[in-house]
């Protein structure tokens, strides 16, 4: 079995999100100064997911692909070190700002390119934007089932059998392969790479594909192919208002708070 | 153009990855004190996790079932466990009888016990201490007396950290004492002699001694009675112990270090932290005053500068500068961390008020822990002779 594995590079998300700013004008996120960028959260426990799916078939190849500038060399190291055999950059100035339609174009055709690929793996969002369209989106490209949302994931003879989150539940479904599969972080804490893993990475393989190794160009790429238009970039403005609720003892305080939400009809 | 201060992409992962290794303890490290306070050993469980992570590892080839990733990695590694409030427990020693082992054991020793010390089954603590020889290690007395296949090993040892719970310990004697050595006009350094021996050996008794440090290891006073060892448990050469110890304390110097930079950091960050929170007067936090602000920034300002020594003196080990330069290195760099480290915890303590004093604080019993680090593995005053005298070309005074 052949997976491939998408991994995004996002500025560290243990930082507060007030701390960035927004140029309105600019339509365009600052973040703040220094901030370092580090791989993005679902896309490890996508990492993860693969590399269960290794130790249950340990003939399966797991290519890590990333999109990026070359800094992003470090998330594919992070991911090889997790196990990964091979990485590929997706590396052009062409790739550096695109739409959602146009990253599913780009990533969707390295995975052509690759062939014999059976498993899509993408986090269930990026921790940046919050999207989750990637792995919907390359699915709809290549014409493969997307099955999203995953907190366990399975292979059995070539059918791909994904637990989904729900809002009230968990549900199961299967697919044929090929399909792509987004993997919430349910799925639970992805390993973190030995240091014999970190020796290894050294000897493993990242190729790098421009835009014309991928046979694509402006046309497809350039902000007139874009699909989606940003009207508007701006922080919304909420205020919360922080009440406390008065009582002598813990049983008064509640008995004040189911009052007051009943007032409001919040139950 | 060859001076790079980045770290590779290999090293940074080290950081990373050993800090995503302890995520799952964090909430965990006041049972893991307490264990220690109750006599309960060093907690089994982080133990195995340092050795699966590649810890007990990193300086052992990969033939004999280590990673070989050096010591600068082993001491980011080292850094991130202390940065992050965990004690390494007995991974200093350990790390230290294995390049012992590895630069002096022959085949059957090094196939006997590399691989069990990288995957953690075995652990090692290091004993040559004794109440009439500290810093003057040439001065030991115990004793070891070739009898057939065996030695036959007497004497005592003092402040052995964790004897209680390591498989093996490389325990320090002579084998031909000073008397002998001043009858046959042979020089201090000749006559000591190097052996693993079995903690639970026959004739050897562990009195705990009373040190309230917080690094999760008991100390202990060790006699020996006619213990007897087998002759294939000598490590090298008979009576030629000495060169082969003193090769070993280079990498024990800079882990030390890297022991004292992550304590720094640890209580660095808590003071900035509390400092930009804690309000005294008005709506002023306490971190705007410079009196808090201040010592708080010489404290980031030596910490970069003990970690680049500590990052420079591991490079030249790895890189295989010679010992004498990587010694000058290693010294200058855990002289350098150690007074950091005391320095650092002091000031967040300071930082803290009266809550500095508090245990769940965790700062007050980093302190001794800190202050630990000026005394031994080496003195202050040990470092100070080595630079005055190797460094500087300054006459020798003892
Ligand atoms: C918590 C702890 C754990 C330890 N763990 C171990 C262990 O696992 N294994 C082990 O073998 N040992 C261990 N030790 C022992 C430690 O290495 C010694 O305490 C240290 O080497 C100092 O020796 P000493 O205590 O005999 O001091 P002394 O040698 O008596 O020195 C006393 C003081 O005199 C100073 N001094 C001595 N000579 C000179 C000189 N020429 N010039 C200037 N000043 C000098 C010293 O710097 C020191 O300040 C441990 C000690 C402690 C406290
Ligand atoms: C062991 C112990 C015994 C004690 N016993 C008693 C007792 O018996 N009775 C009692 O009433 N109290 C007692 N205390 C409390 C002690 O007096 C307080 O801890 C002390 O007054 C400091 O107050 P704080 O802890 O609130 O620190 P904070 O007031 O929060 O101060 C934190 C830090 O900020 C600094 N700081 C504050 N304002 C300024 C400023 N304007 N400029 C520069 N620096 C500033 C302080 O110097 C300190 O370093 C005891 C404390 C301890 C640890």
Redesign the pocket.
Known sequence: MHIVVCVKQVPDWDIPPSSFKIDESLKQVVPPPGVVDVPSQFDMIGVEAAMLLKDEAPDTKVTIMSMGPEAVQDTIKKSLAMGGDEGLLLNDTLFEDLDWYQLALVLSTAIKKLESVDLVICGRQAVDWDMGVAGSGIAELLGWPALTIGKSIKVNDGTLVLERVLMDGFETVEAQLPAVATISNELGEPRYPKLQQIMQVKKKQVTVWSAADLGLDDSQLGADARKMTLERLYVPVTAVECEFMEGDTPEEKAQNLAKKLAEAKLI | MSLDFTLSDEHKLVQTSVGQMLDKFESRKAEFRQMAKDGKGFPEELWQEYAQAGLTGALIPEEYGGNNMGLLALMLGFETVCTRGFSPGLLL?ICMDTCCIVKNGNDEQKERFLPKIADGSIKF?????????????LQIETHARRDGDNYIINGQ???????DVADYMLL?VRTTTAKELKERGQPKAYGMSLFIVDTKSKGMEKTPIS?P?S?E?N?FQLFFDDMEVPAENLLGTENEGAVAMFNSLNPERILAAAICTGMAQSALTKAVDYAKERKVFKDTPIGAYQSIAHPLAEVKIDLDAARLMTQRAAWAYDTGVDPQTVGSYANMAKFLAAELAIKAVDHAIETHGGLGFAEETGLINQWSGAR?FR????????I??YVSEWNLGLPK??
């Open positions: 020693t603590c290091f004993a040559i201490t004794e109440p009439n020889a500290g810093t003057n290690a040892k003092t402040f052995i950290s964790g004897a320090v040190i440090l690094d290891l100390q630990l005394t031994a593995p080496v003195s202050r005053e040990m100070l002779n005074s003892y």
